[in-house]
């Protein structure tokens, strides 16, 4: 039997020294310091192909530094995520900002012209610019068949150098997925040509076959999920039908008992054949905003 | 000031009784008590229309019956759900059934080919039948162009007077939409077609245009989010530009503080115009097989 | 395997009748049904003695009636709770009442006396009345020993046929336990008269004998915990030395995995001896005054 | 308006650098950052005077160290803590320790005597060392008139430079109160006492006016709930007649809407006047073994 080694923080100490402590812990610590571990195994696990499911609203609060050097030091190879992630990642990319808030009155927000996200504002006039942009690169996206693609293709048209997980994917050649592209701001835009008479012909079913095929040829898998989800629930399925994962780890607020799959162990996942019997995971149950960098600042 | 009345709880009491002294009472029940209030006002306001938001795993957890009763006693104008839960209910119209599971061994589950949603099994061997349903019907699903009149004509295939959501929604011509179909078994069904050479040309975007002029031509609006997730974001972003809801209820066990939408309560809609400043509204922090049943029995 | 059985709820129905059906369905509505299945086995066992453990403000939320009828009609052996519900139940037996309040407003409650407890209000002027309540009353309250006695002596001033938890538990003489006793309101007011030089000798361990010696005396034991907290674990405790609980039911809203007594699941006690390993048992993770009517409108 | 800044985590960061850098981001990582500041704020107040509330397992989850380093560097002046807290500090001093269970089987615990706290482990033979103690020094604990100075004894005959709560806080002269000290390992040994016919006199109500005079005479107060529970509370009603906190930090993972002390945002506080106007204070809502090391590690 391991012991329990109080923790010892002091002023000055190392993020990655309070981690390596944590894994001697109990609780929610013990799960960042498991957490930790695990990405190390499944990172420098050279077979291993990374699948992200980002949820929730991690870019206007702030975690789209942390994704985008994840991504820069090759530790992910397949992301899947929202698109409300994508939408407010590419708002920041056209040099729109995020605004804390830290209370709150939201008919006098709406007069104002800012919309909440819990403790995140994001000025309404925003829309004017992702109009201009979808409107001015029409003709460049209007050709797109399916959402990797038109994704892949947003990317391309953004600076070089952005600060921007649309653009990094690009420039190092990570698909984005994101089955309820349409359930976004960049679904409003491009709704918004289509009412205007214009045309794009992208199949809702296309990617499947991709990211399936991606799960089948991966001898080693590896996941982490942010939130649940569509980004979670996506790739548990190219997982179903292609041997399960290997290494896992899952960061949720929700719970288990309600039944939904953004508050679902992974071990739930053992008995379709998402999880493997003797894959390595853990459940982490906290704000993704305080476990990510902790997690995964060794790895950048 | 309204005084808290102790709930007197007795053998034989009706469940609409019940609900009524819940809205003298405190915490939780007091927003039963408001949310059964504020349905039978939606519900008898004859120029509302009502969005239904169905995420979780309802179908699998004996709430269809709920939801098909709504349906037929014409409460519910637009039902925006996951794949999940229409997989399920198509399942469910196969004849195929869901299992109780009060404590798991996933590994074994595998083994014996069951697959688990908490404390709810579904048998593996369902595929079998959802692949022979599809791969019959082909002919007829190929052609459809977006998802909800692919969701409407899969209704259609099914025997009437099925229990089933999606034969109901046929049959009283509620649109479905489910933005992120791809990501479900039904979307696992329409991939292995496509693996073995078949074609299905359904645009990711269509229902936008379907579901954002249906809000714009409603007056008055009416929202019922069960569980956030795709369904609350697809209907909350096609108020943002329609002038918001007039009633809404929201049942989630999500909390506010992590930043999903799941989580967040309907008053932070104000902020981005999707709910009006002098809506009716209330947040249910509850399970939602708990709560469905004690808000809705009294329109059914 | 156990079919799930879609709910069929429908205006006019009997609570009991949506209960049972409760348990035929899956994820939480389960869980409901199951602990009203199991309260009636605790309750028609006749050997079984039930210890009711009642944390959270249960009072001011109008969950006093469901107790008191409990107790009443003798389903409730033992009672451990907080000084918090005996303070609010008391205020209730002096004529008081709470109110509710579906938004707020801190700083202005405070400046207008008003007291917060999430959506219900107390106002501040029932100090006032507490006051009166143990001056007056203080030569007949001064010589108790002990905690149990105390409050049985504070049951006996109210009067007769109070809709008091406190009034009843003495009128059925069931011993209430409150180990935190000094923190509430009425230790308050202890300590306004011993501010004022008054004696009062009440021991604070003498009550574990009472409770121990009873757990022991009790061949089949049942448990009931509501929130958790002190409540939970000085029932725990007694039951830890003396063969565990034959049947439990718990309540509460809080989470496992950050590790509080709140939280853990029954199933934890087993390894502690708390719970007997062919126990029934349940946890529910709902809020308390949704469930609390539900779970035992059947037995009063 | 203020900026939200994508945190930018690095091999190597400080843990400074990150929680500062979380000040910037928004959703459950700005509440760390925020609570790391006002504590900050809190403890060079030298008129401040700190109360720290502290429930929940803290101590068999390694938090021991970060507690007795906090008094050590005479940042808290008053501490609440829950019996089982001191119990198992207690049990650390007398040289035994917790252990990691990743994994559990209560039944097989049971029966190889281990007791579980969610993911950590203690050995039943414990017992017998915290029986062999209380017997031992029972000559030296009996005349205690009161818990604190019980539990101030306690400390005083613990092996100088023990890491211990108890130790260190008599050392530092830091008063100790616990309500309900009862309900607790502690508690089961004065009852085994008590049983074998020895006597103690402890004052259940005694603490009171010494922690109440406390807060009167503290012009400044900070306060600081770890977990909620009788600590919370207790501290709170000191504060209720003696103007309230001037500043305040909160970490739990209890929710507002059940109605419980524990959930409750310390906003609320400011109805009853346990809180001004005009303080400082956050709510985080997360695991207090990840928030802890994270807020505080700055000024031990």
């Given at each position: 039997?391991?012991?329990?080694?109080?923790?010892?923080?002091?002023?000055?100490?190392?993020?990655?020294?309070?981690?390596?402590?944590?894994?001697?812990?109990?609780f929610?610590?013990?799960?960042?310091?498991?957490?930790?571990?695990?990405?190390?195994?499944?990172?420098?696990?050279?077979?291993?192909?990374?699948?992200?499911?980002?949820?929730?609203?991690?870019?206007?609060?702030?975690?789209?530094?942390?994704?985008i050097?994840l991504?820069?030091?090759?530790?992910?190879?397949?992301?899947?995520?929202?698109?409300?992630n994508?939408?407010?990642?590419?708002?920041?990319a056209?040099?729109?900002?995020?605004?804390?808030?830290?209370?709150?009155?939201?008919?006098?927000?709406?007069?104002?012209?800012?919309?909440?996200?819990?403790?995140?504002?994001?000025?309404?006039?925003?829309?004017?610019d992702?109009?201009?942009?979808?409107?001015?690169?029409?003709?460049?996206?209007?050709?797109?068949?399916?959402?990797?693609?038109?994704?892949?293709?947003?990317?391309?048209?953004?600076?070089?150098?952005?600060?921007?997980?649309?653009?990094?994917?690009?420039?190092?050649?990570?698909?984005?997925?994101?089955?309820?592209?349409?359930?976004?701001?960049?679904?409003?835009?491009?709704?918004?040509?289509?009412?205007?008479?214009?045309?794009?012909?992208?199949?809702?079913?296309?990617?499947?076959k991709?990211?399936?095929?991606?799960?089948?040829?991966?001898?080693?898998?590896?996941?982490?999920?942010?939130?649940?989800?569509?980004?979670?629930?996506?790739?548990?399925?190219?997982?179903?039908?292609?041997?399960?994962?290997?290494?896992?780890?899952?960061?949720?607020?929700?719970?288990?008992?309600?039944?939904?799959?953004?508050?679902?162990?992974?071990?739930?996942?053992?008995?379709?054949?998402?999880?493997?019997?003797?894959a390595?995971?853990?459940?982490?149950?906290?704000?993704a905003?305080?476990?990510?960098p902790?997690?995964?600042s060794?790895?950048?």
């Amino acid at each position: 039997m391991e012991k329990i080694i109080p923790i010892k923080a002091k002023k000055g100490m190392k993020v990655s020294d309070l981690v390596h402590q944590m894994s001697d812990a109990g609780f929610g610590a013990r799960k960042i310091g498991m957490a930790n571990r695990i990405a190390g195994e499944m990172f420098s696990d050279k077979e291993c192909k990374v699948f992200l499911g980002l949820a929730g609203a991690m870019v206007p609060a702030g975690m789209k530094g942390i994704i985008i050097d994840l991504i820069k030091s090759d530790n992910i190879h397949v992301l899947v995520t929202t698109g409300a992630n994508l939408t407010h990642d590419l708002i920041e990319a056209l040099k729109h900002n995020h605004y804390h808030c830290d209370s709150w009155d939201d008919e006098d927000f709406n007069k104002k012209g800012y919309d909440r996200i819990y403790n995140v504002l994001m000025k309404n006039e925003v829309y004017e610019d992702l109009e201009n942009f979808f409107e001015g690169k029409w003709d460049e996206l209007k050709d797109e068949k399916n959402i990797r693609s038109l994704l892949e293709k947003i990317g391309s048209l953004l600076p070089e150098n952005s600060e921007s997980i649309l653009r990094v994917c690009y420039d190092k050649k990570i698909p984005i997925y994101c089955p309820a592209l349409a359930d976004s701001g960049i679904g409003l835009m491009i709704w918004g040509r289509l009412a205007a008479g214009k045309n794009i012909e992208v199949n809702a079913f296309d990617d499947m076959k991709d990211i399936i095929d991606f799960a089948w040829a991966s001898k080693i898998k590896g996941v982490i999920y942010v939130g649940g989800g569509t980004p979670k629930n996506f790739i548990q399925q190219s997982l179903q039908f292609s041997s399960g994962a290997d290494y896992g780890i899952q960061i949720t607020t929700d719970i288990a008992d309600s039944g939904g799959s953004s508050g679902a162990p992974l071990e739930e996942g053992k008995s379709w054949g998402k999880l493997k019997d003797n894959a390595k995971y853990v459940d982490v149950r906290c704000d993704a905003t305080i476990a990510l960098p902790l997690i995964f600042s060794d790895f950048i």
